[in-house]
């Protein structure tokens, strides 16, 4: 089994407020990770801080053996590491698919000498952008709204749209904050077989979920997070069975 | 015939001001109201040049413009390391501050103003021809920031612009696509300083303050902000409008303050009463919305 | 030349001299803690202050203590539609910074144009004369205006900190400072608090436009390189905090007076532009003294709050 996202001793602390209290954690490659916790337990914050959003006080992260510890967020995604975004950051003026085409891992559209100097070559690139990109909607059963402003759809699309523009960003590690929070019906099943999907396909999947039922079906195990520190690890059934957890959990 | 030439010399070099200064605020979101300071870089630059070290006109140009983005490059990187704000505050400061050191030096003429630029008059066959290559080059930077905005760089720039935060956990660096939207529309600024001062072969400090930002900030709102063809109407239309004042022969102690009156009086109404500008559609002024705004993680 | 004496004035200059300095940097750090606004329309107020001083003294002849009393009563009537009309409207509509800020911007450049149109751009003085009859205290010369200006600005700036500290007006300020939304959740009415922060600021600015103008020359441009000290100032005290905005206007004053032993005089202006480069480039987020060296009692706004309340 392949490494997958490791995480070694991570510590952060805002003032007097520890959110990160020397957190090992290891993901491997193929497995869906259920982070568990209450309010505040610092689940947000390690994706913050994983993803390069917030600079750890100390510890180290690497991705498939690659050393990501001191990158900047961006380098950090364009080494595979994705994470979708509680309250969705969708860019706001584009349209669906073009949320989904700033993505790939790599878009020479970013580099305005490419683009000054290989426009030919940044076309090509385009094309092949907008057919994965197609593919990906209709995997995700978004390819009737394709053209329609992502402010116009509901909800439950919206949250769709988060996941599948990390999809574009073609993954080996992704980050799903709270994916279902608000989400029912079609959007669920779906957003529950492509996760399912992604992990067979080899990559290491790491869910921040309130939603239990989810959690439960979906996660190969959980990982219980209290006060910046991980407390447990192992299945989500013992997790849950685990009395001094639920009181954690559901506080006193 | 010369006063004809004029008006469109400054019409074109105004078009190319007003755009590439949409490109950085109203496409690019970079808040700087120091446009001007560039356009001072490119037309000093070039003049010193043709000047003191007898570089042929049309090597002199396209060198102010370099000048000119090299140093917005060194304004924006700085500043943008660490929040977009202090771009404005970085800018604003660069700008007086230049102004100032020009003021204090002989050899950019001090504040009496730079004079003796060697001029095309000299070398060529009159005005016309400057004058057609500088509209030619106003139409193509126009035409050359539409291409930008249409492509897969003006997709980004629109997704840098909605989430900065969202973009770079994709993979883009958003902070290199800022400097190079601030370095670009800034190059384009000196290119039209050199062009404007060897036609008008004299340049001094005043020329380029926070009245003239004014002027360029009145252009692009009142012409309508993210928009092509907006701040080209509104270089026009109000490159004449004053035009139409300077007939009723008013003491240039009255002209000045009156035209200033008159740009920003017309700022404010086109900011209250239509802020989408003369062309142009998008609630451009908007903030993002609370919601988006809430687990920002400042680092 | 660098005798004790000659560094005790410059010291003593400083000292004076800083007395608007700090009055201009407090109104600024004010509206900016408060309303959260990067108010370069204070330069707008200054610019008015100061003319309608100059008017009443200057050309009417009338006595100085009528042209404070005109300085803050302009300055007020700029704050109030500036405020009801202007950034009200702007909250209601939700707009964006860069717009509220280019408001600020054009507000005070339209303020310099009209003061050009009736006033011209010649440099102009509240009083007929820049002269104060000058004491030798100890070796140093103290001029007459010195002392009294110093003691407005004390006077001030202790009356704001009492204001904000002991009113519930004031302490409302405070709160809203700290956290809009939760302020308005215990019933605090933001709008007129915003309100009132305007009218404080813009009474600050007065004052300290109506000192400046009996000591120096002002024309319609002056208010806003005024203005850019401040802003320097404020970023460099720590965005936020008053007392240091307060303290770094007076070290500030004191680099840029005893520049002449260093650099020729006509580059003392520049140096302002390079106490701004350098506030932005090395102490963006202020500089930070060690925790009991602190002046002000108010905590800077931590980096970066955790989204996620804690229950546990």
Same mark, same amino acid.
């Given at each position: 089994?392949?490494?997958? /996202? ?56 690497? =991705? ?31 349209? $669906? =698919?073009?949320?989904?085409? $700033? ?38 059963? /978004? ?61 290491? $999947? ?16 959980? $990982? ?23 009181? /954690?959990?559901?506080?006193? | ?299 | ?35 959260? &606004? ?68 054009? &507000? ?151 520049? &002449? ?52």
């Amino acid at each position: 089994m392949s490494p997958g /996202l490791e995480v070694r001793m991570l510590c952060k602390r805002f003032g007097g407020i520890v959110v990160a209290d020397s957190i090992n954690l290891q993901i491997p490659a193929g497995r869906v990770v259920g982070l568990i916790g209450p309010n505040g337990a610092g689940k947000t914050s390690f994706f913050n801080l994983v993803s390069g959003i917030v600079r750890p006080d100390a510890g180290s992260v690497t =991705l498939g053996g690659v050393d990501l510890t001191g990158l900047k967020t961006h380098q950090r995604a364009r080494r595979g590491l994705s994470r979708t975004w509680q309250n969705l950051r969708l860019f706001s003026s584009l349209t $669906v =698919l073009d949320n989904l085409l $700033v993505a790939p891992r790599l878009y020479l559209g970013e580099s305005l000498t490419a683009l000054l100097f290989g426009a030919g070559r940044v076309r090509r690139a385009e094309r092949a952008d907008r057919e994965r990109a197609t593919a990906i909607l209709e995997r995700t059963g /978004l390819a009737d709204i394709a053209h329609m402003s992502v402010g116009s759809v509901t909800f439950g699309q919206q949250k769709l749209i988060g996941v599948a523009r990390a999809l574009m960003n073609d993954p080996c590690c992704l980050l799903l904050d709270e994916p279902m929070a608000g989400v029912e019906g079609q959007a669920y099943q779906t957003i529950q077989r492509v996760v399912r999907d992604l992990a067979e396909s080899g990559i290491a $999947v790491c869910v921040v979920e309130h939603n239990v039922a989810f959690i439960r079906d979906l996660c190969d195990e959980g $990982v219980f997070m209290f006060a910046g520190r991980v407390l447990a690890r192992g299945s989500v059934a013992e997790l849950i069975a685990d009395p001094r957890l639920t009181e /954690l959990y559901f506080g006193t | 015939m010369e006063y004809v030439y004029a008006l469109i010399m400054l019409m074109a070099l105004y078009v190319i001001l007003a755009t590439s200064f949409d490109f950085v605020i109203g496409y690019g979101g970079l808040i700087s109201i120091a446009h001007p300071v560039f356009y001072a870089i490119g037309a000093y630059t070039s003049a010193l040049l043709a000047l003191d070290f007898g570089l042929p006109i049309p090597l002199a140009i396209p060198a102010g413009a370099v000048v000119a983005l090299l140093a917005s490059v060194a304004v924006a990187l700085p500043s943008l390391r660490i929040s977009g704000d202090y771009l404005l505050i970085a800018s604003i400061g660069f700008q007086l501050g230049l102004l100032e050191a020009i003021k204090n030096m002989a050899w950019t003429g001090g504040s009496g103003g730079l004079t003796n630029i060697p001029g095309v008059s000299a070398q060529s066959g009159g005005h016309g021809p400057y004058v057609v290559v500088t509209v030619l080059l106003a139409i193509g930077t126009v035409l050359l920031l539409r291409w930008i905005t249409g492509s897969s760089y003006g997709r980004a720039i629109s997704a840098l612009r909605d989430d900065d935060m969202a973009f770079s956990a994709l993979g883009r660096n958003g902070m290199m696509m800022k400097v190079g939207i601030f370095a670009l529309g800034s190059g384009l600024a000196g290119l039209a300083g050199g062009l404007y001062a060897h036609y008008f072969r004299f340049l001094a400090p005043g020329q380029f303050g926070i009245m003239q930002s004014a002027a360029l900030l009145t252009m692009v709102v009142v012409g309508g902000m993210r928009s092509i063809w907006g701040p080209v109407l509104g270089a026009v239309v109000l490159e004449a409008l004053p035009q139409a004042i300077t007939f009723l022969n008013l003491p240039p102690s009255l002209l000045g303050p009156l035209q200033g009156i008159l740009f920003t009086g017309l700022v404010l109404v086109f900011m209250f009463a239509r802020p989408q500008g003369l062309i142009g559609g998008g609630d451009v002024w908007r903030g993002r919305a609370v919601r988006e705004v809430r687990d920002v993680a400042r680092p | 030349m660098f005798s004790p004496l000659i560094l005790l004035q410059i010291l003593w200059t400083s000292l004076a001299t800083s007395s608007y300095l700090v009055l201009f940097t407090v109104a600024f750090a004010l509206v900016l803690k408060v309303n959260r &606004i990067f108010n370069f329309a204070q330069a707008a107020t200054m610019t008015v202050a100061f003319y309608a001083a100059y008017t009443l003294v200057s050309r009417l002849g009338l006595p100085g203590w009528a042209g404070l009393l005109a300085a803050l009563a302009a300055a007020v009537v700029l704050a109030l539609p500036l405020e009801l009309l202007g950034f009200r409207a702007l909250r209601r509509r939700r707009a964006s910074s860069i717009f509220v800020f280019i408001f600020t911007l054009i &507000i005070s450049e339209l303020v310099a144009y009209i003061a050009m149109l009736v006033y011209g751009t010649w440099p102009a003085t509240v009083f007929p004369s820049l002269f104060w009859p000058v004491r030798i205290v100890a070796g140093v010369a103290i001029s007459e205006w010195d002392v009294p200006a110093l003691g407005a600005t004390v006077v001030a700036v202790s009356a704001l900190f009492l204001f904000l500290r002991r009113t519930r007006i004031g302490q409302s300020m405070v709160a809203v400072a700290d956290n809009p939304d939760l302020a308005e959740f215990y019933g605090i009415a933001k709008d007129r608090v915003y309100l009132v922060s305007m009218i404080v600021a813009s009474l600050i600015a007065g004052l300290a436009m109506f000192l400046y103008g009996t000591r120096a020359q002002v024309e319609p441009t002056t208010a806003l390189n005024l203005l850019l000290f401040a802003i320097a100032a404020t970023i460099i005290g720590g965005i936020g905090n008053l007392g240091g905005a307060i303290l770094t206007a007076v070290v500030l004053s004191l680099c840029e007076n005893s520049s &002449i032993l260093f650099i020729p005089s006509a580059w003392q202006g520049f140096l302002l532009y390079a106490f701004l480069f350098v506030a932005i480039v090395f102490f963006p987020r202020g500089v930070r003294l060690p925790r009991r060296l602190r002046l002000s009692r108010s905590v800077p706004t931590p980096a970066f709050a955790p989204e996620e309340p804690r229950e546990a």
